[in-house]
């Protein structure tokens, strides 16, 4: 049972363009929301995240928005560049609870 | 940037071996976690240990045994390698002080099991 379904599993985005990654969960007590980004031979890194009290949150050109009626939230890339092209990665979690379980990734390609 | 610090980075394996991944942090959190990576699957929690002395089975434990040998450090055994095992191995904590649900990564350490 896959908790959090993350789709497009792969994304091509002209430079400049807004980049959109979705994201579903089934757990209703889910109250963190994170999306982590990973470059090439690297560890995954926060990116930014959101709790379900908020409908969004934006840092910089990026941008989550979140939607509890429906249980999705998506990452908005605006201005995308090359230097954004990696595998970004969703997840949830019961803070203090329960560990973060992670949608199965998007590879992101920014083309000039 | 220590942070979390995993060893060995690459290891090559035979069938039948065994082997122990490390993982320190020094971040001074009682959580750790082990996760795997393969191509489409996306990061899969292994084993996670919340404070010293315990440890959790994740959604993937078959194969791994883990312990959680004192604070700063959290290890990862394969005591019989199998090729299914091929994957980058990853260890996490949160940052110190902080309950925020944020967790922080090592680099990874890539395994090939022949």
């Known amino acids: 049972q896959q908790q959090v379904k993350q789709s497009p599993q792969s994304l091509i985005v002209q430079k400049g363009g807004i980049s959109i990654i979705n994201c579903a969960y089934e757990n209703t007590a889910f109250d963190y929301f994170p999306w982590y980004q990973q470059f090439p031979g690297k560890g995954p890194a926060l990116l930014i995240a959101i709790r379900p009290d908020v409908s969004e949150k934006k840092e910089g050109r990026f941008t989550i928005s979140f939607n509890k009626s429906a249980k999705q939230f998506s990452l908005h890339i605006m201005d995308s560049q090359p230097g954004d092209s990696a595998t970004y990665f969703c997840?949830?979690?019961?803070?203090?609870?329960?560990?973060?379980?992670f949608g199965k990734g998007t590879r992101l390609s920014v083309i000039a | 940037n220590a942070g979390v610090t995993q060893t060995p980075k690459f290891q090559v394996l035979k069938t039948g071996q065994s082997m122990t991944l490390q993982c320190a942090q020094d971040?001074?959190?009682?959580?750790m976690y082990w996760y795997r990576q393969d191509p489409g699957m996306g990061l899969r929690l292994i084993y996670y240990?919340?404070?010293?002395?315990?440890?959790d089975k994740g959604e993937v434990p078959n194969g791994y045994n883990v312990s959680r040998l004192n604070k700063r450090e959290f290890s990862l055994r394969l005591e019989s390698a199998a090729p299914s095992q091929t994957s980058v191995y990853f260890c996490?904590?949160?940052?110190?002080?902080?309950?925020?649900?944020?967790?922080?990564f090592g680099e990874g350490s890539r395994l090939t099991v022949l």
């Open positions: 240990s919340a404070s010293e002395g315990t440890t």
């Open positions: 996490a904590s949160p940052p110190g002080g902080t309950n925020t649900g944020e967790l922080f």
């Open positions: 971040m001074n959190h009682n959580s």
């Open positions: 997840a949830a979690s019961v803070v203090g609870n329960t560990p973060l379980v």
